[in-house]
T-cell receptor, first 115, second 113 residues
Framework: DGGITQSPKYLFRKEGQNVTLSCEQN?????MYWYRQDPGQGLRLIYY???????QKGDIAEGYSVSREKKESFPLTVTSAQKNPTAFYLC??????????????FGSGTRLTVV | SQKIEQNSEALNIQEGKTATLTCNYT??????LQWYRQDPGRGPVFLLL?????KEKRKERLKVTFDTTLKQSLFHITASQPADSATYLC????????????FGSGTRLQVQP
């Protein structure tokens, strides 16, 4: 079955540590996205990529980094510069969001907690 | 700047009734609007897209309207069931031309049996 896989489901980060969240899709989608979700604040865009080897900052990119070396993969690194990383992280992919069935396909999320 | 507003208070209704959720937006004229369902601890799931030239879209028990004059979309679930209990998010294309969606904070629906 085609889909988008995020791992791990739960991640614990120590102060000053970098961690990487994995996102893999086998939907052959060109575009991939990372959102952060905090209680009561909805989804906020961190980074997005429309094509391999290209990505753009979203609204809250500070303290995060990404790469897009393969079409299927869009990993997110939460660096020590991100002061409040505890949140639910969602990865998504899409073809053309303006098409009838062009809605985003989301992964099941990674819950990151600073310990 | 673009602003999307969804009622932050949970909506509680009885099973069998029609649930109506509201999405209001400002400072923008989007070409389309999308609705998603999100269950606790899960990623959102795409439900429906409605374009600016469409007044209404239906899918099974779901109905979405799009009033570009009021800058508002209404999301209806008819004959609601306890299984419809979830948070419902609306999303619009980014008003700056950035090729990504901007999401509302969602409204939680609770259907009582």
């Amino acid at each position: 079955d085609g889909g988008i896989t995020q791992s791990p489901k739960y991640l614990f980060r120590k102060e000053g540590q970098n961690v990487t969240l994995s996102c893999e899709q086998n939907l052959n989608h060109d575009a991939m996205y990372w959102y952060r979700q905090d209680p009561g604040q909805g989804l906020r865009l961190i980074y997005y990529s429309q094509i391999v080897n290209d990505f753009q900052k979203g609204d809250i990119a500070e303290g995060y980094s990404v790469s897009r070396e393969k079409k299927e993969s869009f990993p997110l690194t939460v660096t020590s510069a991100q002061k409040n990383p505890t949140a639910f992280y969602l990865c998504a992919s899409s073809t053309n969001p303006g098409q009838e069935n062009g809605g985003y396909t989301f992964g099941s999320g990674t819950r990151l907690t600073v310990v | 700047s673009q602003k999307i507003e969804q009622n932050s208070e949970a909506l509680n209704i009885q099973e069998g009734k029609t649930a109506t959720l509201t999405c209001n937006y400002t400072n923008y004229s989007p070409a389309y609007l999308q609705w998603y369902r999100q269950d606790p601890g899960r990623g959102p799931v795409f439900l429906l897209l409605i374009r600016e030239n469409e007044k209404e879209k239906r899918k099974e028990r779901l109905k979405v309207t799009f009033d570009t004059t009021l800058k508002q979309s209404l999301f209806h679930i008819t004959a609601s069931q306890p299984a419809d209990s979830a948070t419902y998010l609306c999303a619009l294309p980014d008003h700056t031309g950035r090729r990504a969606l901007t999401f509302g904070s969602g409204t939680r629906l609770q259907v009582q049996p």
